[in-house]
């Protein structure tokens, strides 16, 4: 069932759209709409724009949700915004000294870094740097060259004696080394460098001893450094967990007037007499909620209610909001599946709930494997919310029933009598054909039982939606369920042996049906007052019509014939599990593996079971759903609610 909705206006003045949210929109559900779009005809009217001010909090209160447990969760009522900040700030105030420490120290960290970095590549050399950075009258140069310059480098330094280049650390793409050069010949070989992409590297004054001693007492440096960052880290763990519940209140009182706030964002703002602010904010509710929510606001002189139809002058269409009865409610996962359906149209749950699992039954009847489904999908859906599990409890609910009818018991057949028949073994006699095994001819008729009640759904739709050409005319209106209804009347009479109707009673109530369904479009211009009857000349017309015909009696018959699934299912099934009993020697008399009986009773219950609801789904969605089913509509979504 689909939940009458109402549409309403609501306005107060701009500052106390904070308490309507706490107050009423999260008590009363409510589907919001963007009120500058709803009030387009309406003059002067600007967004309600306002910085968040929670989301420095947040961030804050988040940065130490960090420090604690991940599955720590809030206890007890949760603070007012005001004492929500406070905390956070005491927090703040308690482990800015530790922060500044920190900061401090990783700023320290990262420079011995940076100087450990520099003389790694040049921690072999055996020199003093404090003293090789003073010589006098010899130049030196740090630095790293690419792998592709370093022979010529190497030929140039053969060449020219007063140059001297030590080679340290190298990788895949650069050597690093160290140059000496008189001071009187530095400048030709700065030249040089700079010819073969020379990188220099400058180094501080600030080592001690030579390059590898240096390179050692900064990794202890940092080493130590970065042990004072760990505990003051852990003492701000410590002050932060030492008031673990507050802040998780705190952060989640922030999260929530976050989440309120952000109805600013669909509101809009008026400006009325002595120049005040008002706020607007539109959107749907269910019919049983607008009422109370107008009982509510009764005595609220600070806001007001406009409450108007669904077919009145709104702009948006209502949202769908699902009401159904807790049996079938998770059969709504199908129909989400498919589309929410259309504010105007029928709900097909109920429908679905009963003909899936009906289906379902037939194609997979076994008291044994039923029950393990049955059971097995209550639980999930008892314990886990499951939508799916909820489907499966019902699937295997209709399958224990069909087994009894069947007569099979983990594919055993001679335990319990066959209520109604065994599939692979019912035979019935149709006239023309010949022998037909039952359940093909039981399916193709509960199959065309099924195509004619969505006609009718089709038609409660066509009504609702307010189109008469789809009623009337259409393939799943009024002349299709004459014309299939005629067929399937003397489909039956046919088979069972009775007389049929006169042939002008059947020329009649199948002719004329054609003929409704061949001029569709000129018959629906004419209902609705429109010229010219025919979009295209007659002949583009008779040609098109033809085809369309032709089509229609095609997917008329390819879409009974889909319904021998079901009953193929019920003989393959039974046939699967003779070779499970046959395996496990249960046919010829003799002893049973039972772990072979277990074993092959698990594997068709899963293999065919999902392969079962898959056809059935099937037949559901492409030979049901595409008569009367359009699955356009939105689905309602309350503010304030995740």
Same mark, same amino acid.
């Given at each position: 069932m689909i939940e009458k909705m109402k549409f309403l206006s609501i306005t107060g003045p701009k500052e106390d759209i904070d308490r309507v949210v706490e107050t009423y929109l999260i008590k009363y559900p409510m589907h919001l709409e963007n009120a500058l779009s709803e009030l387009s005809s309406v003059r002067d009217l600007t967004p309600y724009l306002q910085v968040n001010p929670y989301r420095p909090w947040i961030a804050k209160a988040d940065t130490y949700a960090a420090m604690l447990p991940e599955d720590a969760e809030p206890e007890g009522e949760l603070p007012e915004v005001e004492d929500a900040i406070r905390i956070l700030e005491d927090v703040e105030m308690a482990i800015r000294e530790k922060e500044e420490e920190i900061t401090q120290k990783k700023a320290e960290l990262a420079e011995k870094d940076e100087l450990r970095k520099q003389i790694a590549p040049y921690r072999m050399l055996p020199l003093s740097i404090p003293e090789l950075l003073h010589f006098r009258f010899v130049k030196y140069r740090f630095g790293r060259i690419p792998r592709l310059y370093i022979k010529q480098f190497e030929q140039y330094v053969d060449e020219n004696p007063d140059v001297i280049f030590i080679r340290c650390e190298s990788e895949k793409q650069y050597v690093w080394g160290l140059c000496f050069v008189l001071e009187d010949h530095s400048e030709r070989l700065d030249a040089v460098l700079s010819t073969l992409h020379f990188e220099r590297i400058f180094l501080p004054d600030s080592y001690e001893g030579t390059a590898g001693e240096a390179y050692e007492g900064l990794q202890r440096e940092c080493r130590h450094i970065e042990q004072d960052i760990a505990h003051m880290e852990l003492s701000v763990k410590h002050i932060v967990q030492d008031r673990e519940q507050e802040i998780l209140r705190a952060r989640a009182r922030l999260l929530e007037m976050n989440r309120h706030f952000d109805v600013r964002k669909l509101a809009a703002c008026t400006q009325e007499k002595h120049n005040k602010t008002y706020f607007i904010l539109c959107g749907w509710m269910s019919a049983e909620d607008a009422e109370a929510f107008k009982t509510a606001i009764a005595e609220d002189y600070a806001i007001s209610c406009i409450i108007e139809e669904p077919e009145g002058d709104v702009f948006s269409s209502p949202p769908t909001?699902?009401?159904?009865?807790?049996?079938?409610?998770?059969?709504?996962?199908?129909?989400?599946?498919?589309?929410?359906?259309?504010?105007?149209?029928?709900d097909p749950t109920i429908f679905v709930a009963l003909t899936y699992a009906l289906l379902f039954g037939a194609m997979f009847g076994d008291l044994g494997q039923g029950l393990c489904l049955l059971v097995g999908g209550y639980l999930l859906y008892r314990f886990k919310h499951m939508a799916l599990a909820g489907i499966i409890a019902s699937a295997g609910f209709f399958s224990s029933i069909f087994g009894v009818l069947y007569g099979s018991i983990f594919g055993f057949e001679n335990v319990? /009598?066959? &209520?109604? !028949?065994?599939? #692979? %073994?019912?035979? =019935?006699?149709?006239?023309v054909i010949g022998n037909l095994n039952t359940v093909f001819a039981v399916a193709i008729v509960f199959g065309m039982f099924l195509i004619l009640s969505t006609m009718v759904m089709q038609i409660i739709n066509a009504t609702r939606l307010h189109e008469p050409g789809e009623k009337w005319f259409g393939t799943n209106g009024v002349?299709?369920?004459?014309?299939?209804?005629?067929?399937?009347?003397?489909?039956?009479?046919?088979?069972?042996?009775?007389?049929?109707?006169?042939?002008?009673?059947?020329?009649?109530?199948?002719?004329? /049906?054609? &003929?409704? !369904?061949?001029? #569709? %479009?000129?018959? =629906?211009r004419l209902m609705e007052k429109q010229r010219p009857l025919l979009h295209e000349g007659a002949?583009?017309?008779?040609?098109?019509?033809?085809?369309?015909?032709?089509?229609?009696?095609?997917?008329?018959?390819?879409?009974?014939?889909?319904?021998?699934?079901?009953?193929?299912?019920?003989?393959?099934?039974?046939?699967m599990m003779e070779v499970v009993l046959s395996l496990a020697g249960a046919e010829n008399g003799g002893s049973i593996n039972w772990i072979i009986v277990i074993l092959g009773n698990i594997f068709v219950s899963g293999m065919e079971g999902l392969i079962v609801g898959i056809q059935v789904l099937r037949l559901e969605y492409y030979e049901m759903f595409g008569r009367f089913y359009k699955g356009d509509g939105k689905e309602f979504r309350p503010f304030g609610i995740e």
């Open positions: 909001k699902l009401k159904n009865p807790a049996i079938v409610k998770p059969f709504e996962l199908y129909v989400r599946m498919y589309g929410m359906p259309n504010y105007k149209e029928l319990i /009598p066959a &209520l109604w !028949l065994r599939p #692979k %073994e019912a035979m =019935t006699q149709i006239p002349a299709g369920l004459i014309f299939y209804g005629t067929l399937t009347i003397t489909v039956l009479l046919f088979i069972t042996g009775h007389s049929l109707p006169a042939g002008i009673l059947l020329g009649i109530f199948l002719g004329v /049906p054609v &003929l409704a !369904l061949a001029l #569709k %479009e000129p018959l =629906t002949g583009m017309f008779v040609v098109e019509t033809f085809f369309e015909l032709f089509e229609t009696m095609l997917s008329f018959f390819s879409n009974t014939l889909s319904f021998v699934r079901v009953g193929a299912f019920a003989v393959s099934h039974a046939a």
